[in-house]
Nanobody, 117 residues
Framework: VQLVESGGGLVQPGGSLRLSCAASGFRFSTYAMSWYRQAPGKEREWVTTISSTSGHINYADSVKGRFTISRDNAKNTVYLQMNNLKPEDTAVYLC???????????WGQGTQVTVSS
């Protein structure tokens, strides 16, 4: 099982980034996918979740209206489009897969996002 995040980097405030998470080794289309983030010295924070069929999407209040999650089940990939980035969005962003029925979940290693002028 692998979840490999990419797309992080350094961006100025107000800028945009698109993160990707490529999954392998499990039935991606049956898993809800989420993004979390963890800033230095802070607890891991849930950002957003998309259901297996994209029918249900939820966002943390801190990113609502700025971030958009999507998935392509044919490519086993989930995306996070981040617009109007703020310095407080600086964190390692981690991809998470969960299947409550199967009782399994997986984490990626994360990708660093730094928002700074």
């Amino acid at each position: 099982v692998q979840l490999v995040e990419s797309g992080g980097g350094l961006v100025q405030p107000g800028g945009s980034l698109r993160l990707s998470c490529a999954a392998s080794g499990f039935r991606f289309s049956t898993y809800a996918m989420s993004w979390y983030r963890q800033a230095p010295g802070k607890e891991r924070e849930w950002v957003t979740t998309i259901s297996s069929t994209s029918g249900h999407i939820n966002y943390a209040d801190s990113v609502k209206g700025r971030f958009t999650i999507s998935r392509d089940n044919a490519k086993n990939t989930v995306y996070l489009q981040m617009n109007n980035l703020k310095p407080e969005d600086t964190a390692v962003y981690l991809c998470h897969a969960s299947n409550l029925g199967a009782g399994t979940n997986y984490w990626g290693q994360g990708t660093q996002v730094t928002v700074s002028s």
